[in-house]
């Protein structure tokens, strides 16, 4: 294997890896603090990536698109949020997932309806090529990268700095005391999913441009954005940022060994790491409600 | 039955709470006045502590009424009950392990002091907060600047029950309710505690909870002593423990 097909091999799994990690907080969050499986999180993945097609197509940004994709899949999620998830909280959380599974389909079926079943492109915003040690990089592959890793420190600082963030850590510590506290906690989920929504259609609007925009790319990326959830350990931030590079590096250079490797591999390391530390790399006590 | 002359704050008429075939708590009837320091003892099993989860509100009786400040609150739920002055403390400590001192102060603040908005949510502590008076004094008071800064899963039993107690009087309910605030504290905490707890008398309606009498003695303005889920005894410490069902019932099995 030669240096210039490995780097460019990390530099794709860094970018993919990005995208991983922007899905996989927002389901992170949300088990840890509702207690639900959000599958429908990979909708709003699915619409991020539609409005930024759509809104491409009109204004001729794909910046536009994104930031409208965002904006789109967080008012969905609030939507959805207020009139599905705030009725069925306090079921087993087989049902939620269930109803999240329900949506996710329901959502898949309405985007064929709009935008039709052949898959859309997107181009990338920057054309742009970088030389790292001699190899040709596109830009927009270090942006991605460089955006996930605000996002990081961005929901870092919110969770560790502001009285919601707070209270959101302490919601996912225990969330009967928090409402013990007289805290209106029904706001701290509004609040975390609206947050994962923004974060899932800010995947979506930032894959499209990578891939082909297609109605089943939700569920296409379904299993590793689990995979990711699982390894970095249930709730972890940290831990979902180095899963995620981890899943993306697996996949990458999975692929430059061996082409069929890039499936499969993931998953024998997450049971690798599943045997080792059953509660992933950073998983806390979370588990043992 | 009862003399003090405050008005009452919390009645409970005919309450009882059911476990299966298990009576947990047995047609109870119970008043509370304004500023009582009031104390509820009983063996193991003697239906305290549902009694407890009853008034809060955690649990909901087969039968009776609760009534708050005159209201009938049978039904509403715990937090709601928070919102109307009622604050409470658990056997084990409610504080939040991953969070500071200062920060789990905070979080008990804020619903207290203002509404709290979705907006002032977003405000960041070190803003509004860190310098505030209230918590530097609270944080005083119980003995706990050294550890201001300091993850609460690093803090020893009897810090962590200092800083639960001072969550619960920060937030200035009318009502403050212990359920087994000294339980696994050393004679020294206790003292700490109850020296705490002295400070907010007069102020406060304060409900505790205790398997032990001899650790509130004291301090307990009154007594109710409950025994298979039914009021055995009520009044001044000493009357109470000299009931003759009393010393059959309490002083044996304890």
Same mark, same amino acid.
């Given at each position: 294997?030669d240096t210039?097909l490995l780097i460019?091999g990390?530099?794709?799994?860094? &970018?993919?890896g990005?995208v991983?990690?922007?899905?996989?907080?927002?389901?992170s969050?949300c088990?840890g603090?509702m207690?639900?499986?959000s599958?429908?999180?990979?909708?709003?993945?699915a619409i991020?990536?539609?409005i930024t097609?759509?809104?491409?197509r009109s204004?001729g940004s794909?910046?536009i698109?994104v930031l409208?994709?965002?904006?789109?899949?967080?008012?969905v999620?609030?939507?959805? $949020?207020r009139?599905?998830?705030?009725? @069925?909280y $306090?079921?087993?959380i087989?049902?939620?997932?269930?109803a999240?599974?329900?949506?996710?389909?329901?959502?898949?079926?309405a985007?064929k309806?709009?935008w039709?079943?052949?898959?859309?492109?997107?181009? &990338?915003?920057?054309g742009?090529?970088?030389?790292?040690?001699?190899? $040709?990089?596109?830009?927009?592959?270090? /942006?991605?990268?460089v955006? &996930?890793?605000l996002?990081?420190v961005?929901?870092?600082?919110?969770?560790?700095k502001?009285?919601t963030?707070?209270?959101i850590?302490?919601g @996912? $510590?225990?969330?009967e005391?928090?409402?013990?506290?007289?805290i209106?906690?029904?706001k701290l989920?509004?609040?975390t999913? !609206? @947050?994962a929504?923004?974060?899932s259609?800010?995947?979506?609007?930032?894959?499209?441009?990578?891939?082909?925009?297609?109605?089943?790319?939700g569920?296409?990326v379904l299993p590793f954005v689990?995979m990711? /959830?699982i390894?970095?350990?249930?709730?972890?931030?940290k831990?979902?940022?180095?899963s995620?590079?981890i899943v993306?590096?697996?996949?990458s250079?999975g692929a430059? !060994?061996?082409g069929p490797?890039a499936?499969?591999a993931p998953f024998?390391?997450?049971?690798? !790491?599943?045997? @080792?530390?059953?509660?992933?790399l950073y998983? &806390?006590k979370?588990?043992?409600? | 039955?009862?003399?003090?002359?405050?008005?009452?704050i919390?009645?409970t008429?005919?309450v009882? +709470?059911?476990?299966?075939?298990?009576?947990a708590?047995d047609? *109870?009837?119970y008043?509370?006045c304004?500023n009582?320091?009031?104390?509820?003892?009983?063996?193991?099993?003697?239906?305290k502590?549902?009694?407890f989860?009853?008034?809060?509100?955690y649990?909901?009786p087969?039968?009776?009424t609760?009534?708050?400040?005159g209201k009938?609150?049978t039904a509403?739920?715990a937090?709601?009950?928070? #919102?109307?002055g009622m604050?409470?403390?658990?056997q084990l400590?409610?504080t939040?392990?991953?969070?500071?001192v200062?920060?789990?102060?905070?979080?008990?603040?804020?619903?207290?002091h +203002?509404?709290h908005?979705l907006?002032?949510?977003f405000?960041t502590?070190?803003?509004?907060?860190?310098?505030n008076d209230?918590?530097?004094?609270?944080?005083?008071t119980?003995?706990l600047?050294q550890?201001?800064?300091?993850d609460?899963?690093h803090?020893?039993?009897?810090?962590?029950?200092?800083l639960?107690?001072?969550m619960?009087?920060l937030?200035?309910?009318? *009502?403050l309710?212990l359920?087994?605030?000294l339980a696994?504290?050393s004679?020294?905490?206790?003292?700490?505690?109850?020296?705490?707890?002295r400070?907010n008398?007069?102020?406060q309606t304060i409900l505790i909870?205790?398997h032990k009498i001899?650790?509130?003695e004291?301090?307990l303005?009154?007594?109710t *002593?409950?025994h298979e889920?039914?009021?055995? #005894?009520?009044g001044?410490?000493?009357?109470?423990?000299?009931?003759?069902? *009393?010393?059959?019932s309490y002083?044996q099995?304890?």
């Amino acid at each position: 294997m030669d240096t210039q097909l490995l780097i460019s091999g990390v530099i794709f799994g860094l &970018s993919i890896g990005s995208v991983f990690f922007l899905l996989a907080i927002g389901l992170s969050l949300c088990f840890g603090l509702m207690r639900i499986i959000s599958l429908d999180q990979l909708l709003y993945y699915a619409i991020g990536a539609y409005i930024t097609y759509a809104l491409f197509r009109s204004t001729g940004s794909v910046w536009i698109g994104v930031l409208g994709g965002m904006v789109i899949s967080g008012l969905v999620a609030f939507g959805v $949020e207020r009139f599905i998830f705030l009725r @069925i909280y $306090e079921r087993d959380i087989t049902f939620t997932m269930i109803a999240s599974f329900g949506i996710l389909i329901a959502g898949v079926g309405a985007i064929k309806y709009v935008w039709g079943l052949a898959p859309l492109p997107v181009p &990338s915003p920057i054309g742009a090529m970088a030389t790292i040690l001699g190899t $040709e990089i596109p830009v927009y592959r270090l /942006v991605v990268i460089v955006i &996930s890793i605000l996002v990081y420190v961005g929901i870092w600082a919110f969770l560790n700095k502001t009285i919601t963030g707070k209270a959101i850590r302490a919601g @996912i $510590e225990d969330i009967e005391h928090v409402e013990g506290l007289g805290i209106n906690v029904y706001k701290l989920f509004t609040t975390t999913f !609206i @947050i994962a929504g923004v974060l899932s259609g800010l995947a979506g609007g930032l894959h499209a441009p990578l891939i082909m925009v297609d109605p089943q790319m939700g569920l296409e990326v379904l299993p590793f954005v689990f995979m990711v /959830v699982i390894i970095g350990g249930l709730g972890s931030i940290k831990g979902t940022l180095v899963s995620a590079f981890i899943v993306g590096q697996v996949i990458s250079l999975g692929a430059i !060994i061996y082409g069929p490797l890039a499936q499969m591999a993931p998953f024998a390391i997450m049971l690798l !790491i599943l045997l @080792i530390k059953p509660t992933g790399l950073y998983g &806390s006590k979370l588990l043992k409600r | 039955m009862n003399t003090h002359a405050s008005p009452e704050i919390i009645r409970t008429d005919n309450v009882t +709470k059911k476990f299966g075939e298990m009576v947990a708590v047995d047609h *109870v009837n119970y008043s509370l006045c304004e500023n009582e320091i009031a104390g509820i003892i009983g063996s193991n099993g003697a239906g305290k502590t549902t009694f407890f989860n009853l008034i809060t509100g955690y649990y909901t009786p087969e039968e009776g009424t609760v009534i708050y400040e005159g209201k009938d609150i049978t039904a509403l739920p715990a937090q709601k009950r928070v #919102a109307l002055g009622m604050m409470r403390t658990f056997q084990l400590t409610s504080t939040f392990d991953s969070l500071t001192v200062t920060d789990n102060l905070v979080l008990s603040f804020i619903r207290a002091h +203002k509404k709290h908005s979705l907006f002032n949510l977003f405000v960041t502590p070190r803003s509004r907060h860190r310098n505030n008076d209230k918590i530097k004094e609270c944080l005083e008071t119980f003995d706990l600047q050294q550890v201001a800064q300091r993850d609460v899963k690093h803090l020893s039993l009897g810090e962590k029950r200092r800083l639960e107690i001072a969550m619960s009087i920060l937030a200035e309910p009318k *009502v403050l309710l212990l359920d087994e605030p000294l339980a696994g504290l050393s004679e020294t905490e206790i003292k700490g505690v109850l020296d705490v707890l002295r400070l907010n008398v007069s102020k406060q309606t304060i409900l505790i909870v205790e398997h032990k009498i001899s650790k509130v003695e004291d301090f307990l303005e009154r007594l109710t *002593v409950m025994h298979e889920g039914k009021i055995i #005894a009520d009044g001044k410490c000493e009357e109470c423990l000299n009931a003759p069902e *009393v010393r059959k019932s309490y002083w044996q099995i304890d």
